[in-house]
């Protein structure tokens, strides 16, 4: 069992920046690829962005690229997410996911319960 728990949501002017955090427990943890995802209302949820646990290896969705930094501590089990120059258009609740690859795909186990962002103009 892995336990997500996201904070760091807020309100900010379009322009600002935020950083989210996902703290991760369990004793699985370190199998799986942390993840941002996010929904916007009315919207499917879609991917943000993912780090490896025993790596350095970051992916992002391409549209957020250089906007948007992936990163984590192991020591304190906890995934973080740097946005900058946020837009309204980023509005949207942000989850943090473990996932790993089954079968050639990923899948993804284990979600938080979300983080609400809003980005006024």
């Known amino acids: 069992q892995v336990q997500l728990v996201e904070s760091g949501g807020g309100l900010v002017q379009a322009g600002g920046s935020l950083r989210l955090s996902c703290a991760a427990s369990g004793r699985t943890v370190s199998m799986y690829a942390m993840n941002w995802f996010r929904q916007a209302p009315g919207a499917e949820r879609e991917f943000v962005a993912r780090?490896?646990?025993?790596?350095?290896?970051?992916y992002y969705r391409d549209s957020l690229k250089g906007r948007f930094t992936i990163s984590r501590d192991n020591a304190k089990n906890t995934v973080y997410l740097q946005m900058n120059s946020l837009k309204p258009e980023d509005t949207a609740v942000y989850y943090c996911a473990a996932g790993i690859i089954v079968s050639k795909r990923w899948r993804y186990d284990y979600w938080g319960q979300g983080t609400q962002v809003t980005v006024s103009s």
């Open positions: 780090i490896t646990w025993s790596g350095d290896s970051t």
